[in-house]
């Protein structure tokens, strides 16, 4: 069973993309930005359904990482949901990618029955040569471009 929360702070890793559809931005605020500043993460970024980023960010109390020290894209496919859900983590010595249900919230990393895959080093290069890919898209579809 993979624990995301270990994986994030996993050291060695010096990037950290993240893709969700829901994000709760106070756990990862908390929670998951400073475990990736502990361990040595300093580059971050999070690309989210603009929809539902609206709702989060309506409801996040203050926060201390997000948006000062990791950019939160917003991307809105029209009255399609943006919903992958994904993590690319990118060292000098390491590649990881974790695919699959969970969303960026408490429950989607903790409690909530997710499943999600994990492909590291060599194994990740092609999968994370598409999630590049995926980023690159959203990109293209954020109100911010």
């Keep these: 069973m993979i624990n995301l929360l270990n994986e994030v702070a ?11 559809y829901g994000i709760d931005l106070n756990f990862f605020d908390t929670e998951v930005m400073g475990s990736l500043q502990e361990s040595g993460c300093r580059n971050m970024l999070v690309v989210a359904d603009g929809y539902q980023l609206k709702d989060d960010l309506n409801s996040a109390a203050w926060l201390r990482y997000v948006g000062v020290h990791c950019p939160i894209v917003p991307v809105r496919l029209g009255d399609r949901a943006f919903h992958p859900k994904a993590v690319l983590m990118i060292g000098e010595e390491k590649l990881k990618v974790l695919v699959g249900s969970g969303n960026l919230t408490l429950p989607g990393y903790t409690r909530n029955w997710e499943i999600f895959t994990k492909v590291e080093d060599e194994g990740a290069a092609g999968i994370a040569l598409d999630l590049l890919g995926v980023f690159e898209n ?7 471009e």
């Design 10 to 20: 996993e050291e060695g890793f010096g990037s950290a993309a993240f893709l969700t």
């Design 138 to 144: 959203a990109a293209h579809r954020s109100p911010l």
